[in-house]
């Protein structure tokens, strides 16, 4: 049998059967302390696909730096086939200021595929997708909601791909959202390259939620063992088959004032019914929040303090079909009547 060749990133090769943690430069800072996007690189001894999981595109959604790190700890991966990529943080700048943004305040997410000598901001989205996106035949990009608010674990895929669906029903996230690709994206710059991207939202910015980290770590090793990169033996089905949302919208605050909420994020509700309470501070004015249409709730602020016009409940209307073609169709209609937005387009 051909021996297989070493994988080369960076400065470094990574030899067959190996596992190595390679610092890529990034910059560094006016202080004089140097940067680097830390990437940890499994190459297994058989040949296989080449993926990629990243988390930290925003500095503050930690909760995929630790989808990663219980990933790399899985014992299944000494026998992994093919070569996985895994990037825990890919903005240090952000990861280590709290912040969601880059020092420029630039969002990452808007900034790809980046440019060599373009801003911070660019030129690291530039490195990512030379040094990561370009080795790879599929990615993993691991997400959370903006600061203050909540996602439910949730799958968002690219429009019009069979692929990505596929893939996003063999992950089983509770719930599959549709999500145009937006311009600067790193799943619209990988589309571009001809890489398909899955991107994973749970829970909040800032914050650890276990049932999200755990649907994380078990939806990606579902798609390595899809791959055929991993062997099924201690990777569980998902227990139940993921709803696909046929369109999703925000129910905002009536007024400000202090939100009292009776619902929580994976609650189904009804049409008409009151998902919580906006009072003033002397409990004179009360407002209820009711429910314009049955669904699911897969998002939610946490923040008790609320301007009016806030953003309060994420309601999702749900199939739950085997129909591939009714899915995608139903899918190209919530584009059309309820367009869903990226988290920092939420205000």
């Not at 989205?125 to 370009?134: G, L, N, R, S, T």
């Not at 008790?304 to 073609?325: C, K, M, R, Y």
Request: net charge neutral.
């Amino acid at each position: 049998m051909v021996k297989r060749a070493p994988f080369r990133i960076g400065q470094q090769t990574v030899a067959p059967g190996t596992r190595r943690t390679v610092d890529l430069p990034v910059s560094v800072m006016s202080d004089h302390t140097p940067v680097t996007m830390s990437t940890h690189v499994i190459h297994g001894r058989r040949d296989g696909p080449v993926v990629f999981v990243s988390a930290g595109v925003h500095g503050d959604e930690i909760i995929g730096v630790e989808i990663v790190r219980r990933l790399l700890r899985m014992p299944s991966l000494k026998s992994l086939r093919g070569t996985l990529i895994a990037v825990p943080i890919v903005n240090a700048f952000g990861f280590l200021s709290n912040s969601r943004y880059l020092p420029d305040r630039r969002d990452l997410n808007r900034c790809f595929p980046g440019t060599e000598g373009g801003s911070l901001a660019s030129r690291l989205a530039h490195i990512f997708m030379d040094e990561i996106v370009a080795r790879c035949d599929l990615g993993i990009d691991l997400h959370s909601a903006a600061v203050h608010r909540t996602n439910m674990p949730q799958i968002r895929i690219s429009p019009n791909n069979r692929e990505t669906f596929r893939l996003a029903r063999v992950f089983g996230a509770p719930v599959i959202l549709y999500s145009r690709l937006r311009e600067g994206s790193l799943r619209a710059a990988a589309k571009e390259s001809g890489v398909d991207v899955l991107l994973y939202e749970a829970g909040e910015a800032l914050r650890f939620d276990e049932m999200a980290v755990r649907a994380g770590v078990s939806g990606i090793l579902r798609v390595l063992r899809d791959r055929q990169m991993l062997p099924s033996k201690g990777i569980s089905k998902p227990t139940r088959k993921s709803l696909v949302s046929i369109s999703s919208r925000w129910l905002r605050a009536p007024q400000g004032g202090l939100l009292r909420s009776f619902k929580s994020e994976g609650d189904m509700v009804e049409a008409g019914e009151t998902l919580a309470v906006v009072s003033d501070p002397f409990g004179e004015v009360e407002i209820p929040v009711d429910a314009d249409r049955a669904g699911l709730i897969v998002g939610r602020t946490v923040f008790p303090s609320v301007n009016e016009g806030d953003a309060l409940f994420h309601v999702a209307q749900v199939a739950d079909t085997d129909d591939a073609e009714e899915t995608l169709e139903f899918l190209s209609t919530q584009l059309e009547e309820d367009p869903l937005f990226d988290e920092d387009a939420i205000i």
